[in-house]
């Protein structure tokens, strides 16, 4: 089987792997159940979904040579491979109505297909100019030049199918879960409107950004996170565990959130927030 053969295979998993996944974190908000305990709980669970997607990167070295641009590995393609494969991905999920879910964020969102089949038709909830909203280049920036390098060991084990395929869903439940700052903007909009349109209106990014800063909370979900670390990551034998060695380091899992996860998901709150009036 030629390479081309085994990289449209490993999409065609990725297709159905994804899918599934994100609908599995989908809320479908109507606009009566959009409330802060709905979207807490989805954010919630999409926590596990992030732990899960890092537990399974580490299994593979960092395998350099996916993220060279200059190897030419695709005929016809100047990027790198990962780039290939998450865009040849977003664009066949795209074909089966992926990106109609106002949750969901593509990385290479010019030029997607159009749907081919009959997709959910999900309420306007958000402002329209939430679509205008994407922080995936931040996060992209994030992921390969700042995380990876934390939690994954040097080394190339020639696994660059698999390897991609587990950088396309952190990619995917990092993005999910940061954009849904949109949902959180919304709903803090909606109940307290007097609260934020003088800020808006006067686009005042810091006021909004204090705003919608919680301290204790964030300290909250930082010790979550990093206990979800140590659950899912323990090597588990019958009868007992190891509370020592972890499959990702619990604190690499928190200083993901208090770095890079809040912080993109404030600021998408506020890009959010500062066209809601338009």
Known sequence: MDFLSVLILVLMFLIRYNMTMADGNSMCHSGNDLNLGSVRDSLIRQEDTIVFSLIERARYPVNSRLYNQTLGLISGFSGSLVQFIVKETEAIQAKAGRYENPEETPFFPNDLPPPL???????????????????????????FNKLLPLFVAEGDDGNYASTAASDLNCLQALSRRIHYGKFVAEVKYR???????????????????????FK??????????????????????V?????????????????????WVMPLTKLVEVEYLLRRLD
């Open 191 to 213: 109940e307290a409107p007097q609260d934020y349109e003088p800020l808006i209106r006067a686009k005042d990014r810091d006021g909004l950004m204090s705003l919608l800063t």
């Open 216 to 237: 204790n909370v964030e300290e909250m979900v930082k010790k979550r996170v990093a206990k979800k670390a140590m659950v899912f990551g323990q090597e588990v034998t």
């Open 239 to 259: 009868g007992n565990y190891s509370s020592e060695n972890y499959k990702v380091d619990p604190s690499i899992v928190s200083n993901l959130y208090s770095e």
């Open 117 to 143: 089949v009959p997709t959910h038709k999900y309420p306007q909830v958000l402002h329209l100019a939430a679509a205008s909203v994407n922080m995936n280049e931040d996060i992209w920036d994030m992921y």
